[in-house]
């Protein structure tokens, strides 16, 4: 079997990459319309950091991966193709700001309609709004050449980057959506058989396509719901004393709800859960539903609350001004294990200090200075990228980043932040120095002793902080 990929993204890159792993007796090739991205896929330094793909691509890279950019060769000797382009949230026209834009997934499907000389399973992996596979099937069938047959298939994708290697070869489930026809239960048992070369039968699901689709956005739905959840009660354990960890922790030891994902932060980035609720409230209001939409609605907003409730404590907790305030920024990428930062809570965070006239120091241990750049003089983030080139420095190790800052703001949980020498990181900075974990993986009591004020998400530590949530403002 002979199967191609469109967009080696974040999920079409470790996807093929493990597939091709799993199977020696299926030739795969990935395509993408970025000439840059594909080169550096064939090259020593890959263009996403996964924590095992380098080993993974490693070995089967030209001996059953290829990647490339000749799309129309890929599309013409495929039985098989995924379509994983990146689906992200409309900036302009109807639906601006919530809806899915598909252009990308457009253009692929018009490709393979264009391109495709024999029958081919077309695969949605990206992930789409309900219905979307009606729009694949519409124009690959409108501009159908003679004698060629397609079936369309949902198949969303779950990993989770900085695990997605685990995630892809350890899946909870694979979810594979199909028209209800004995061509469709055909393409989806064809489908089914890829899989089935590492993933036990029994995980490997089969509903109708709207089922399919539907269960990915849900699925993000749900996840995220849980972090605004907690996260909206890290903000009454601040108020009474209560401990955020050690609430969660007893919810969580009830079986009904489970331990995992309650874990409260700074507010929860990346590519898909904001967008995937955009889409998902956009598709309520569609289909005239408000009170669904309002609901999840709630989720994003909980979410942009707590971004900013935790930018806002760094100002207050500094005398209520960091104008020409020197502040470490630790972590920048929306989660451990990845270099990736879209939507960061880490850009929200910065923007906020950048707005107050804070200098910032950052480090990162996986992102390139040049995205941190990008990020922070996008347009929606400032209107004047030159003032903010200058107030931002980037530093390849953490204790240069400290150097004589005021405080010390850890928005990503990377491992290496646990072990930092806090000693020598305290002899470094400005006094009184101020240490805010928006992450919660720090030895907090150990940083009260060597003399740092610590702030962190749903617990409270500071006399002066507990007099503020009584409405009492400390003398300076
Ligand atoms: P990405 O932006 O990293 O990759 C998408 C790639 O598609 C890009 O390299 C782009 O150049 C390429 N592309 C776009 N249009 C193309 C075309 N017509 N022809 C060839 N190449 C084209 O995106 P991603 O993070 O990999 O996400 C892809 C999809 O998977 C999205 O729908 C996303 O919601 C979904 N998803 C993402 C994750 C994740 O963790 N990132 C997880 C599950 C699902
Ligand atoms: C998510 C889904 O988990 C995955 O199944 C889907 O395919 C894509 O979207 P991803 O965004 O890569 O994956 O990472 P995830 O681990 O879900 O984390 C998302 C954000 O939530 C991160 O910013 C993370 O730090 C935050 N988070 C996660 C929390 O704040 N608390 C938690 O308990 C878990």
Same mark, same amino acid.
């Given at each position: 079997?002979?199967?191609?990929?469109?967009?080696?993204?974040?999920?079409?890159?470790?996807?093929?990459?493990?597939? !091709?792993?799993?199977?020696?007796?299926?030739?795969? @090739?990935?395509?993408?319309?970025?000439?840059?991205?594909?080169?550096?896929?064939?090259?020593?330094?890959?263009?996403?950091?996964?924590?095992?793909?380098?080993?993974?691509?490693?070995?089967?890279?030209?001996?059953?991966?290829?990647?490339?950019?000749?799309? $129309? $060769?890929?599309?013409?000797?495929?039985?098989?193709?995924?379509? &994983?382009?990146?689906?992200?949230?409309?900036?302009?026209? &109807? #639906?601006?700001?919530?809806?899915?834009?598909?252009?990308?997934?457009?253009?692929?499907?018009?490709?393979?309609?264009?391109?495709?000389?024999?029958?081919? /399973?077309?695969?949605?992996?990206?992930?789409?709004?309900?219905?979307?596979?009606?729009?694949?099937?519409?124009?690959?069938?409108?501009?159908?050449?003679? #004698? /060629?047959?397609?079936?369309?298939?949902?198949?969303?994708?779950?990993?989770?980057?900085?695990?997605?290697?685990?995630?892809?070869?350890?899946?909870?489930?694979?979810?594979?959506?199909?028209?209800?026809? !004995?061509? #469709?239960?055909?393409?989806?048992?064809?489908?089914?058989?890829?899989?089935?070369?590492?993933?036990?039968?029994?995980?490997?699901? $089969? @509903?109708?396509?709207? &089922?399919?689709?539907?269960?990915?956005?849900?699925?993000?739905?749900?996840?995220? +719901?849980?972090?605004?959840?907690?996260?909206?009660?890290?903000?009454?354990?601040?108020?009474?004393?209560?401990?955020?960890?050690?609430?969660?922790?007893?919810?969580?030891?009830?079986?009904?709800?489970?331990?995992?994902?309650?874990?409260?932060?700074?507010?929860?980035?990346?590519?898909?859960?904001?967008?995937?609720?955009?889409?998902?409230?956009?598709?309520?209001?569609?289909?005239?539903?408000?009170?669904?939409?309002?609901?999840?609605?709630?989720?994003?907003?909980?979410?942009?609350?707590?971004?900013?409730?935790?930018?806002?404590?760094?100002?207050?907790?500094?005398?209520?001004?960091? &104008?020409?305030?020197?502040?470490?920024?630790?972590?920048?990428?929306?989660?451990?294990?990845?270099?990736?930062?879209?939507?960061?809570?880490?850009?929200?965070?910065?923007?906020?200090?950048?707005?107050?006239?804070?200098?910032?120091?950052?480090?990162?241990?996986?992102?390139?200075?040049?995205?941190?750049?990008?990020?922070?003089?996008?347009?929606?983030?400032?209107?004047?990228?030159?003032?903010?080139?200058?107030?931002? +420095?980037?530093?390849?190790?953490?204790?240069? !980043?400290?150097?004589?800052?005021?405080?010390?703001?850890?928005?990503?949980?990377?491992?290496?932040?646990?072990?930092?020498?806090?000693?020598?990181?305290?002899?470094?900075?400005?006094?009184? !120095?101020?240490?805010?974990?928006?992450?919660?993986?720090?030895?907090?009591?150990?940083?009260?002793?060597?003399?740092?004020?610590?702030? $962190?998400?749903?617990?409270?530590? +500071?006399?002066?902080?507990?007099?503020?949530?009584?409405?009492?403002?400390?003398?300076?």
């Amino acid at each position: 079997m002979k199967v191609c990929c469109i967009g080696a993204g974040y999920v079409g890159g470790p996807t093929c990459a493990v597939m !091709a792993l799993k199977c020696p007796d299926i030739t795969i @090739t990935l395509v993408d319309k970025s000439a840059e991205r594909i080169a550096q896929w064939n090259s020593e330094k890959l263009p996403i950091y996964e924590p095992g793909l380098d080993e993974v691509v490693k070995k089967c890279r030209n001996v059953n991966l290829f990647f490339s950019t000749d799309i $129309t $060769t890929a599309i013409k000797e495929a039985d098989l193709i995924f379509i &994983s382009v990146n689906t992200p949230t409309k900036t302009c026209g &109807s #639906g601006k700001g919530r809806a899915a834009d598909l252009k990308y997934v457009e253009s692929a499907a018009r490709m393979i309609a264009e391109i495709a000389q024999s029958n081919k /399973i077309v695969v949605e992996k990206s992930t789409v709004p309900v219905r979307a596979a009606e729009s694949i099937m519409h124009i690959l069938r409108a501009n159908q050449k003679p #004698g /060629i047959h397609y079936d369309i298939l949902s198949n969303p994708e779950f990993l989770a980057e900085g695990t997605a290697i685990n995630d892809l070869l350890n899946a909870d489930r694979v979810l594979i959506g199909g028209e209800e026809t !004995a061509e #469709g239960h055909q393409a989806v048992e064809k489908l089914s058989w890829i899989y089935e070369h590492w993933i036990p039968k029994k995980h490997i699901l $089969t @509903t109708n396509t709207w &089922s399919s689709e539907l269960s990915k956005l849900a699925a993000n739905a749900f996840l995220a +719901q849980r972090i605004s959840s907690i996260n909206s009660l890290s903000a009454v354990c601040e108020a009474t004393g209560a401990d955020v960890s050690e609430v969660a922790r007893a919810v969580g030891l009830d079986s009904r709800i489970g331990s995992k994902f309650l874990q409260a932060s700074v507010g929860f980035g990346g590519s898909c859960f904001q967008k995937d609720i955009l889409n998902l409230i956009y598709i309520c209001e569609n289909l005239n539903l408000p009170e669904v939409a309002a609901y999840w609605q709630q989720v994003i907003d909980m979410n942009d609350y707590q971004k900013r409730r935790f930018s806002q404590k760094i100002i207050e907790s500094l005398f209520n001004t960091v &104008s020409d305030k020197r502040i470490a920024i630790l972590g920048f990428a929306f989660k451990k294990n990845t270099g990736d930062t879209r939507e960061t809570a880490a850009i929200t965070v910065c923007q906020t200090l950048l707005e107050e006239g804070a200098k910032l120091e950052i480090y990162d241990p996986k992102v390139e200075p040049e995205q941190i750049i990008d990020d922070l003089t996008h347009p929606s983030v400032t209107e004047s990228p030159e003032n903010v080139k200058k107030a931002v +420095q980037i530093h390849s190790d953490p204790y240069s !980043a400290v150097r004589a800052t005021h405080a010390l703001v850890l928005c990503t949980e990377w491992d290496e932040f646990v072990d930092l020498d806090y000693k020598r990181i305290y002899q470094s900075m400005m006094k009184p !120095a101020y240490i805010f974990d928006g992450r919660k993986i720090l030895d907090h009591e150990r940083l009260l002793q060597i003399g740092f004020h610590v702030q $962190t998400i749903g617990k409270k530590y +500071q006399r002066a902080g507990l007099l503020r949530s009584w409405g009492i403002v400390p003398q300076l």
